[in-house]
């Protein structure tokens, strides 16, 4: 994975439990819902400049609707890593300074905005249904939740 010419475009290191789960998974996809945008060899550049241009958190900021989230590079800016198929968004809060101790920022289509801890613990949290996100369908995930490599699934 290149992911000094990812973060020289992105114009930040991201934590490192993501470039683990990055290095080991293809973009993940947890039970049909919750899709963890992760960079492919080759194209990291292309998945740091979709994560840094999301015009619908820009949007929302200009609406005044971002609960005082901004987006990145400003400081403490939002940067997106994954998306629910209901409109969910979840990004990483730059702040403080050690990407390893940013949290997981989810705005739901409900329109909440919640903190969360980290990366690994957030989707292993919602996947053991040991961490609830209010705002996200009741029935997320499954009884028996599935995880598909995208290179998996059959659309």
């Known amino acids: ?43 990291e550049a292309s998945w740091a400049s979709a ?4 015009e619908i958190l820009q949007d929302l900021c200009e609406m005044g609707d971002a609960a005082g989230y901004v987006p990145f590079p400003q400081p403490g ?9 209901s409109g969910d968004s979840f990004y990483w809060r730059t702040s403080p300074a050690n ?9 739901t289509d409900n329109a909440d905005w919640l903190e969360f801890v980290g990366t690994v613990e957030f989707l292993a949290g919602v996947y053991g249904r040991t961490l609830g996100v209010s705002g996200m369908p ?5 009884d028996d939740p599935k995880v598909l490599c995208l290179s998996d699934r059959i659309d």
């Not at 683990?20 to 819902?33: C, G, M, N, T, W």
């Not at 997106?80 to 198929?85: D, R």
């Open 99 to 107: 990407p390893d101790a940013w949290p997981v920022v989810v705005r």
């Open 77 to 85: 800016g939002l940067i997106s890593w994954a998306e629910s198929s």
């Open 1 to 43: 994975m290149g992911w000094a010419a990812l973060e020289a475009v992105l114009g930040a290191a991201l934590p490192s439990d993501f470039r683990s789960l990055a290095e080991v998974y293809p973009v993940l996809v947890v039970d049909d819902f919750l899709t963890v945008s992760v960079p492919l060899p080759g194209a």
């Open 138 to 142: 009741g029935d997320f995930p499954g």
């Open 51 to 54: 994560s840094r241009e999301d």
